[in-house]
């Protein structure tokens, strides 16, 4: 059971990844991405999407202020909808495990943006949940050299982002 729900929650984060890079692409609210969809997306991708569409100023305020060095607009837009989506868990969803959010979204990183993404992604996000929920400790997430092109390898591969 606790396995299908991660790999469940996993797919769910690759849908609201494809869908907040989308709503940025055109330039659009995630709100108006997700009321264009034919058919709605999973609850959790859906509830994250709107999460973060809701809370954006919030949620890119943490990101300014832990980034170091990185405006906001200079980010690959990959790499901004990864830390949307993790700064929106971990200050708004408590339930959500620190280690899980910051581990899904490092290799997300790793699968579908820059090679030096997913230590940037996991930087970022372990100072924010050290404040955003002190007496927790972020997961050491091992970011593995890999060759351009060479896949991440996973228990349950996506076949695509959408």
């Known amino acids: 059971m606790v396995r ?17 890079y989308e709503a940025e692409t055109k330039g659009v609210t995630p709100a108006e991405v997700l009321a264009d969809l034919p058919l709605e997306p999973a609850p959790f991708a859906a509830e994250l999407v709107a999460g973060v569409g809701e809370h954006q100023a919030e949620v890119d305020g943490w990101i300014v202020r832990f980034a170091r060095d990185w405006a906001l607009d200079r980010m690959p837009a990959l790499d901004r909808a990864l830390l949307r989506i993790g700064v929106y868990e971990l200050v708004f969803r408590p339930d959500v495990p620190t280690g899980a959010v ?40 091992v970011v593995e050299p890999r060759e351009p092109g060479e896949p991440v390898p996973f228990e349950d591969e996506p076949d695509q982002l959408l």
């Open 4 to 20: 299908a729900l991660a790999a469940g929650r996993r797919q769910a984060r690759e849908r609201a990844l494809s869908l907040l």
């Open 102 to 141: 910051i581990s899904e979204a490092v290799e997300m990183a790793q699968v579908y943006s820059t090679d030096d993404s997913s230590r940037f992604v996991n930087g970022v996000l372990a100072a924010i949940a050290a404040e955003a929920r002190p007496g927790t400790k972020p997961p050491v997430v």
